[in-house]
């Protein structure tokens, strides 16, 4: 299973655009790049997955360069409401066994 | 909306109870479900993992007899704390994957359970 590394915690401010990167260095061939969001007392919610290059979607880019040990989600332009943990997962198609990191606690401030 | 969806959202019980939770996929088949355990302000721990008809895989530390689940049907997981302690008060979350239609291979998680244990 490869390991995930996240900074542990970010702070930015209404507006602004935050990018949150994440180290899997010993990621397989097969993995997909996935990225989640919790809420207090809530369960993950999906953000974005991919394999290489880049993929966006209406909430969110997710950035990985050739090699794929890292990655990069990116929030245009965040509100309070983004106020959240996001965790960086790596598996294979399936998800047999995701195993969760740290996260990185992500505050907005107005 | 919801394709994973868990009861009870939140519950207090007494010291030395049994507690039920159930986890259902609402609009695909989940032949795959996990149970994750998360802390205050901590990641998530995996569990277990349940595929339908077949006995849970627990991870190591966890013990299969205190946490029984039970994943008889392809909509269907529970998660049975048994004797439940106060060190047993957490948040426990489900996941499922399944391979039906559009939602092959995807992987959802539930709303989570707050287990309270007095």
């Known amino acids: 299973l490869a390991k995930t590394t996240q900074p542990i915690s970010m702070d930015s401010y209404e507006g602004q655009e935050v990018n949150i990167t994440c180290s899997h260095n010993n990621i397989a061939t097969n993995d997909y790049i996935t990225w989640y969001q919790q809420f207090p007392s809530q369960g993950p919610r999906f953000i974005i997955q991919g394999y290489k290059t880049k993929v966006t979607n209406e909430v969110a880019s997710l950035f990985i360069p050739a090699d794929r040990k890292s990655s990069t989600l990116s929030l245009p332009r965040v509100s309070l409401s983004d106020t959240a943990v996001y965790y960086c997962?790596?598996?294979?198609?399936?998800?047999?066994?995701?195993?969760f990191g740290t996260g990185t606690r992500l505050l907005v401030s107005p | 909306g919801a394709v994973v969806s868990q009861h009870p959202s939140r519950v207090i019980c007494k010291s030395g109870t049994s507690v039920k939770i159930e986890c259902r996929s609402l609009d695909f088949q989940a032949t795959t479900m996990f149970w994750y355990r998360q802390f205050p302000k901590k990641s998530l721990m995996l569990m277990a993992t349940?595929?339908?008809?077949?006995?849970?895989?627990?991870e190591q530390g966890v013990e299969k007899d205190k946490f029984l689940i039970n994943h008889a049907s392809l909509t269907l997981s529970t998660l049975t704390v048994t004797s439940a302690h106060p060190e047993d008060s957490s948040f426990y979350i489900c996941s499922a994957t399944g391979t039906s239609g559009r939602r092959n291979g995807e992987l959802f998680f539930g709303e989570g359970s707050r287990l309270t244990v007095l």
């Open positions: 349940s595929n339908e008809g077949s006995k849970a895989t627990y």
């Open positions: 997962l790596v598996g294979g198609l399936g998800f047999q066994k995701l195993v």
